[in-house]
């Protein structure tokens, strides 16, 4: 069993950074592939970056050059650097962690772009 826990959502203004971290408890965390998926109103979560186990990572066409996803085994937690926001970034971003067939989320955590 993983628990994930979201932090460092909030507001920022256009232009501006924030940098979200996802905290795993359990073990095996370095087994696990991570993401990040965003939400919002009325729309399917959206795969935002992923990172394999490997350190191999991927990321959705609207955020690529913005957007760094990493991962710190020994701390058991995954990041998410989120430069040049835009509004259309506002979200709730939840953290995922995958392994084979087994998937765990996060409660999310919100970010607003806005002036």
């Known amino acids: 069993q993983v628990q994930l826990v979201e932090s460092g959502g909030g507001l920022v203004q256009p232009g501006g950074s924030l940098r979200l971290s996802c905290a795993a408890s359990g073990t095996g965390f370095s087994r696990y592939a991570m993401a990040w998926y965003r939400q919002t109103p009325g729309k399917q979560r959206e795969l935002v970056a992923a990172?394999?186990?490997?350190?191999?990572?991927n990321y959705a066409d609207s955020v690529k050059g913005r957007f760094t996803i990493s991962r710190d085994n020994a701390k058991n937690t995954v990041y998410l650097q989120m430069n040049s926001l835009k509004p259309e970034d506002t979200a709730v971003y939840y953290c995922?962690?995958?392994?084979?067939?087994?998937?765990?989320w996060g409660k999310g955590t919100r970010v607003t772009v806005s002036s």
């Open positions: 990172i394999t186990s490997v350190g191999t990572t």
């Open positions: 995922n962690a995958q392994l084979t067939i087994t998937r765990y």
